[in-house]
């Protein structure tokens, strides 16, 4: 009697298991396609240092993805103005103020 408890028992265990392996796996998977996502959207450091010289970047996900993020816009290519345009957000959408190539750092 007990042999068949223990049985069910084991059959129910591995049930969830398996359930819990495949939740696991599209998570995993949601989050390298977030990464790839994230990848393409950001702008690659070489284009940076092409507007800002003197700059870098310190971009350090806490795990694979961050809620961070930055980009850069030629002034020249948006509107009639000279410069370049620096952007950077925190995970809830706040924005700093705008940096320009000519020293300044917003934070």
Same mark, same amino acid.
């Given at each position: 009697?007990?042999?068949?408890?223990?049985?069910?028992?084991?059959?129910?265990?591995?049930?969830?298991?398996?359930?819990?392996?495949?939740?696991?796996?599209?998570?995993?998977?949601?989050?390298?396609?977030?990464?790839?996502?994230?990848? #393409?959207?950001?702008?690659?450091?070489?284009?940076?240092?092409?507007?800002?010289?003197? &700059?870098?970047?310190?971009?350090?996900? /806490?795990?694979?993805?961050?809620?961070?993020?930055?980009?850069?816009?030629?002034?020249? /290519?948006?509107?009639? &103005?000279?410069?370049?345009?620096?952007? #950077?957000?925190? &995970?809830?959408?706040?924005?700093?103020?705008? &940096?320009? #190539?000519?020293?300044?750092?917003?934070?």
């Amino acid at each position: 009697m007990a042999t068949v408890e223990i049985r069910e028992q084991k059959a129910e265990v591995e049930k969830q298991k398996e359930e819990i392996e495949g939740a696991h796996k599209e998570i995993i998977d949601s989050i390298a396609y977030a990464k790839r996502i994230q990848t #393409a959207i950001l702008p690659p450091p070489g284009v940076v240092k092409e507007y800002l010289k003197e &700059s870098f970047i310190l971009y350090k996900p /806490k795990d694979v993805v961050a809620g961070d993020f930055y980009w850069l816009e030629s002034f020249a /290519k948006a509107t009639d &103005s000279e410069g370049d345009f620096a952007k #950077a957000s925190d &995970s809830k959408g706040n924005f700093d103020k705008a &940096s320009q #190539a000519n020293g300044t750092t917003g934070h």
